[in-house]
């Protein structure tokens, strides 16, 4: 089955800067690349999404490159801000109503 | 905008008790989801559902979870004999296509 890889598994940044976290995927198959927030006690929350179709997204300060060759995508949050501070997942699935199958974490401080 | 619903938010149970999550997904999804992330890890997919019928299950959905559709908007799971492993946050999730939404969460607790 799918396997998803996420580094770093902490990252600590000062405010201002920029902030790479990258996954990498295992079955060629898989298609929808979606990163997830989650803060302390939440939800996971979407905060962007890539298909394979495309190799890159930007949402203001966020942006998600995909490699489809070898099987890697990265978030990119630039400009970061305290409230940036969460756990990040980056997740792989196949298609419409295929579960996702999500990396480790990334546990992202921002330091004002 | 609207949001997956859950309840109870909390839920604290005995070693081998029945326990039942409650979810409400978004209207018009047609994809339903359970995921669970024991504390300080990742998320990892429980169980899949679509048109009345489970379509994949993971390892860990084994004879003691079920779940059911029991009317146009109730999502269910059910644990039928808990045990402490059980002990985790459970998300409900539900899709369109192929975002999913996740809903607050109901975090069990096995004593």
């Known amino acids: 089955g799918e396997n998803v890889e996420q580094h770093p598994s902490t990252l600590s940044v000062q405010e201002g800067d920029s902030a790479v976290i990258k996954c990498t995927y295992s079955d060629s198959a898989s298609n929808y690349f979606p990163w997830y927030k989650q803060e302390l006690g939440k939800r996971p929350q979407l905060i962007i999404d890539?298909?394979?179709?495309?190799g890159e997204k930007k949402d203001q300060r966020i942006a998600v490159t995909l490699n489809k060759t070898a099987k890697h995508f990265s978030l990119h949050i630039t400009e970061t801000q305290p409230e940036d501070s969460a756990v990040y997942f980056c997740?792989?699935?196949?298609?419409?109503?295929?579960?996702?199958?999500f990396g480790g974490g990334t546990r992202v401080l921002v330091k004002p | 905008e609207p949001e997956v619903t859950q309840t109870p938010s909390h839920q604290v149970t005995q070693m081998g008790q029945e326990v039942i999550l409650r979810c409400v997904p978004i209207?018009?999804?047609?994809?339903f989801y359970w995921y669970r992330q024991i504390l300080g890890q990742k998320v990892e997919f429980l169980v899949s559902f679509y048109n009345n019928e489970i379509s994949e299950k993971s390892e860990i959905f084994d004879d003691q979870f079920s779940v059911e559709r029991p009317d146009g908007s109730n999502f269910t799971l059910k644990i039928r004999s808990t045990k402490l492993e059980d002990s985790a946050m459970y998300f409900c999730?539900?899709?369109?296509?192929?975002?999913?939404?996740f809903g607050p969460g109901t975090r069990l607790t096995v004593l």
């Open positions: 999730a539900s899709s369109e296509l192929d975002e999913q939404f």
């Open positions: 997740a792989a699935s196949k298609a419409a109503g295929n579960k996702l199958t």
């Open positions: 209207s018009n999804h047609l994809y």
């Open positions: 890539i298909r394979s179709n495309v």
